[in-house]
């Protein structure tokens, strides 16, 4: 069973960088045809989401166009962690973050992560 | 691609049929998925390939549809099932990909 975690700072002051750490169990980073991801959903609005990007096993990266310049997604595969880091932060990105994999591309999410609410705020 | 649920809140007796709608704003096959979230919980598969149960998920669970049309049946309602239901396409990327979703109550 493959298990995902998010862990980060939960209040990220304006115009600072978000980090997160998605750390994999019972799976490999560095294995297999899979596409770990990070997805977001906004809380005030109507529960609405967006996807932010992903890291694929084999290398690749790509992002949402929307978020193109200010998002990083970044691998330790000696740790199997995959990492977020969104800059310019704005009250705009106050969100739930969640990591999840994919095993094509497109594709459903068929595993997340509990996800971490961070807050955007002085 | 927008992809709108409805109703936005279901409420159901125990025991009864619960029926969720998703649409599609253009055709996406057969390349929809359902979910449950409970609150502070990760979100669930459900539903794959519009009718393929994920692993574990219990039989009272269904999907049907293709194209622009689908649905996620509940034949029998049980308490555990309260939680709020998404669909998500996978046919086209970047994505609007997510509905908003059908919380599904008891009556």
């Known amino acids: 069973q493959v298990q995902l975690q998010e862990s980060g700072p939960g209040l990220v002051k304006p115009s600072q960088t978000l980090s997160l750490t998605c750390t994999v169990a019972?799976?490999?980073?560095?294995?297999?045809?899979?596409?770990w991801n990070w997805v977001r959903q906004y809380p005030g609005k109507g529960l609405e989401w967006e996807w932010i990007g992903y890291i694929y096993s084999r290398g690749s990266i790509y992002y949402n166009p929307s978020l193109q310049g200010r998002v990083t997604i970044s691998v330790d595969r000696s740790k199997n962690q995959f990492f977020l880091n969104l800059t310019s932060m704005t009250a705009a990105d106050t969100a739930v973050y969640y990591c999840?994999?994919?095993?094509?591309?497109?594709?459903?999410?068929?595993?997340w992560g509990q996800g971490t609410l961070v807050t955007v705020s002085s | 691609i927008v992809m709108t649920q409805s109703p936005a809140t279901l409420s159901v007796s125990p025991g009864e049929r619960a029926t969720l709608s998703c649409r599609a704003s253009q055709g996406v096959g057969s390349n929809l998925a359902w979910f449950q979230q409970k609150p502070g919980q990760a979100p669930r598969l459900l539903i794959y390939?519009?009718?393929t149960r994920a692993t574990g998920i219990p039989a009272r669970f269904s999907g049907s549809g293709s194209g622009t049309e689908f649905t996620l049946t509940i034949s029998s309602l049980q308490s555990e099932d309260v939680a709020v239901y998404y669909c998500?396409?996978?046919?086209?990327?970047?994505?609007?990909?997510f509905g908003q979703g059908t919380k599904v109550e008891i009556k």
């Open positions: 998500q396409q996978y046919n086209n990327w970047p994505p609007e990909m």
């Open positions: 390939g519009a009718s």
């Open positions: 999840a994999r994919t095993t094509e591309w497109p594709s459903y999410f068929d595993y």
């Open positions: 019972g799976g490999s980073v560095n294995s297999g045809d899979h596409y």
